[in-house]
């Protein structure tokens, strides 16, 4: 059985640091890549960074980079998100999902979790 959990979602103030962590168990965590999105209230599901099984090859999108950095831990099955300089504009629910390819859009991805609120307060 294939299952993705994110943890370490939250309510905190621009400027702020939150650690986002993705546990894959079954074979999951045998996907080429590994990658976080995000979807806002009444958006649509966009991009935030991938990284590669190895931990060799990671992209951000252009609104995260410099602030967000994405590391894996293969022998504990863990994927995580560290997210520093916070804005409001952060704000989303933020997903993790495994992929066979470096692609940016979520159609590629085939494994979803449930989803964790972030919340950045002004």
């Known amino acids: 059985q294939v299952q993705l959990v994110e943890s370490g979602g939250g309510l905190v103030q621009a400027g702020d640091s939150l650690r986002l962590s993705c546990a894959a168990s079954?074979?999951?965590?045998?996907?080429?890549?590994i990658a976080w999105f995000r979807q806002a209230t009444g958006k649509e599901r966009e991009f935030v960074a991938y990284?590669?099984?190895?931990?060799?090859?990671?992209y951000y999108a252009n609104s995260v980079e410099g602030r967000f950095t994405i590391s894996r831990d293969n022998a504990k099955n863990t994927v995580d998100l560290q997210m520093n300089s916070l804005k409001p504009e952060d704000t989303a629910v933020y997903y993790c999902?495994?992929?066979?390819?470096?692609?940016?859009?979520?159609?590629?991805?085939?494994?979803w979790g449930q989803g964790t609120q972030v919340t950045v307060s002004s």
């Open positions: 999902a495994t992929g066979n390819s470096a692609y940016t859009s979520p159609l590629w991805y085939h494994n």
């Open positions: 079954g074979r999951s965590f045998n996907s080429n890549y």
């Open positions: 990284i590669r099984r190895s931990g060799d090859s990671t």
